[in-house]
């Protein structure tokens, strides 16, 4: 049933991303790997809750995704209180 349980609990949060991130053309989730390897998934899961932040389009065309997911780490360090517990390498 755990393994049921988190199965269940992975596809709620992926519908819930997929919902955030629909109105961003570049980005499509799929899954909790590949998805959010060049960094455009975790910038518009920030942007569409705080599109203050910063410019998505400036973000989405111009950087790298090394660069894209750094910008992410910060965004969400500096402006949301979370810390960075992975490396965008």
């Known amino acids: 049933m755990a393994g049921l349980q988190q199965t269940n609990s992975e596809k709620i949060l992926l519908s819930w991303v997929r919902q955030l991130t629909r109105n961003y053309p570049q980005v499509n989730v799929i899954n909790f790997t590949s998805s959010w390897s060049d960094g455009l998934a975790f910038n518009a899961l920030l942007h569409s809750h705080r599109p203050d932040l910063f410019d998505w389009n ?23 209180g979370i810390e960075k517990l992975l490396d965008p390498e």
């Open 58 to 80: 400036a973000v989405a065309s111009q950087q790298s995704p090394v660069q894209r997911l750094d910008h992410a780490f910060n965004i969400a360090r500096q402006h949301l």
